[in-house]
Nanobody
Framework: QVQLVESGGGLVQPGGSLRLSCAASGSIFRNYAMGWYRQAPGKQRDLVAM???????NYADSVKGRFTISRDNAKNTVYLQMNSLKPEDTAVYYC??????WGQGTQVTVSS
């Protein structure tokens, strides 16, 4: 059974940066699109960024130019580099394999 484990969340000041990592167990990683979603308190879970098996990326408008998703198939890991963070980026961030398998989430808090 495939499992996803996120790491890298934390507290950061506005304008700061964080890099999230998501490590996948199993050998199917390279064949599937990977994504990051986020969910703020009282809100629905929304797409942040996706990367296809071939490396094509797409982003939510709210994070374009600030966030970068990447993947390392040799390490079965997907990353989310987050720069110029804003308070409205505060949420629990979840990693997913094509919305079929989800990680446990990692908290990102942007506050001064």
């Amino acid at each position: 059974q495939v499992q996803l484990v996120e790491s890298g969340g934390g507290l950061v000041q506005p304008g700061g940066s964080l890099r999230l990592s998501c490590a996948a167990s199993g050998s199917i990683f390279r064949n599937y699109a990977m994504g990051w979603y986020r969910q703020a308190p009282g809100k629905q879970r929304d797409l942040v960024a996706m990367i296809s098996s071939g490396g094509t990326t797409n982003y939510a408008d709210s994070v374009k130019g600030r966030f970068t998703i990447s993947r390392d198939n040799a390490k079965n890991t997907v990353y989310l580099q987050m720069n110029s963070l804003k308070p409205e980026d505060t949420a629990v961030y979840y990693c997913t394999i094509q919305t079929m398998v989800w990680g446990q989430g990692t908290q990102v808090t942007v506050s001064s």
